[in-house]
């Protein structure tokens, strides 16, 4: 499948880092004042992405890496007949291409899926980040083991867990992550396409389809023209056997 065009405008610094409304969230840690003045100066600008397009194409050589200020993308690889497995989702917090700026070049691609707006970073400055800001480095480190994790669960649900099983354990994970980047006012509606699922879970669009019919006769979640709505997010956590997400403020840049 091939992925969305390449689309991007840099727009005028748009929020001062002082300002950064994920700031208000318990979800991330806060920062000193020291760092907060850091990251002030390491940010260089904004980016608009448009729904569709491409932020970053495996194999590319980027000199910035980016934080996610508002909306939704996914992570993913293509094999060379273009099916597609969508690694992970990514929301308000998320950084991205922090392995294109540390390995020299990108092995995944990064899709939006809604408008999205990015905090960009000069990559040239990364080592500075290190040398000067040991904290800030830790959580980087820690970032990069979070994704980890993340994908280790991933790689379990699609190994282990049953087609029912793990489309509930996707549902609840994308659910309980969208609730920690504060965009869950009320009912959670997912900005997916049935084919996003079945490019996530390794199932056939027929697949899953049907799984996820089952999922909305139990009036667990209810698909949408415009995504899938989350009904019982605590009854698709305990149909997938997952003990959620670990809680606590975590870093971001």
């Known amino acids: 499948m091939a992925s969305g065009t390449t689309a991007r405008q840099q727009t005028r610094w748009q929020t001062p880092c002082q300002h950064c409304p994920l700031r208000g969230l318990e979800t991330f840690r806060d920062f000193t004042p020291r760092e907060l003045d850091f990251v002030a100066q ?41 099916r597609r497995q969508i690694m992970n989702y990514v929301m308000p917090g998320d950084l991205v291409g922090l392995q294109g700026s540390l390995m020299g070049e990108m092995d995944h691609s990064v899709e939006a ?36 994790r ?30 920690s980047a504060g965009l869950n006012g009320g009912r959670l509606v997912i900005p997916i396409t049935q084919q996003h699922v079945a490019d996530t879970l390794g199932l056939s669009l027929v697949h899953t389809n049907k799984t996820l019919r089952k999922l909305s006769d139990r009036q667990l979640m209810r698909w949408q023209d415009r995504g899938c709505e989350i009904l019982d997010a605590d009854g698709l956590q305990a149909l997938a056997g997952w003990e959620g997400l670990q809680r606590g403020p975590r870093p971001f840049i």
Do not use: N
């Open 113 to 148: 899926l809604t408008p999205v707006t990015l905090c960009v970073f000069e990559r040239a400055k990364l080592e500075r980040l290190f040398e000067r800001h040991p904290s800030l480095g830790y959580d980087l480190t820690w970032i990069a083991a979070l994704e980890e």
């Open 42 to 82: 390491f940010k260089t600008g904004e980016l608009s992405v448009d729904r569709s397009s491409t932020i970053l194409v495996e194999g590319m050589h980027s000199a910035h890496l980016f934080t996610v200020l508002s909306g939704w993308a996914f992570r993913y690889k293509l094999l060379p007949d273009g």
């Open 150 to 179: 993340i994908l280790d669960e991933h790689l379990l649900s699609i190994g282990r867990r049953t087609a029912l099983e793990r489309t509930a354990y996707l549902l609840s994970f994308i659910q309980q992550r969208a609730h």
